[in-house]
């Protein structure tokens, strides 16, 4: 597994937008591959875990950042 997440900033972006451009990216990234998801909508806090859930990847985190909003770390399986 990579060291550095692969970031995807999602701030400004209100739902369903940032499980729209997680679904894209995962799609590009090899198995094993963190990611580490910036957003600030509160749906966020829900949906990326079931998200998660039901896509077979696992979740690992929600953390609040000091710029605001939450960084969700997750990793493609």
């Known amino acids: ?3 550095e997440p ?10 369903p937008m940032p499980l729209v451009k997680l679904n894209a990216l995962i799609e590009t990234v090899d198995p094993g591959t963190p990611i580490e998801v910036w957003c600030d909508d509160e749906g966020s806090k829900v949906d990326i875990p079931v998200w998660c859930r039901m896509r077979g990847h696992e979740f690992l985190e929600r953390a609040d950042r000091p710029e605001g909003g939450w960084s969700f770390a997750l990793v493609k399986r």
């Open 6 to 15: 692969v970031v995807l900033d999602c701030m400004g972006l209100a739902c």
């Open 1 to 3: 597994m990579s060291a």
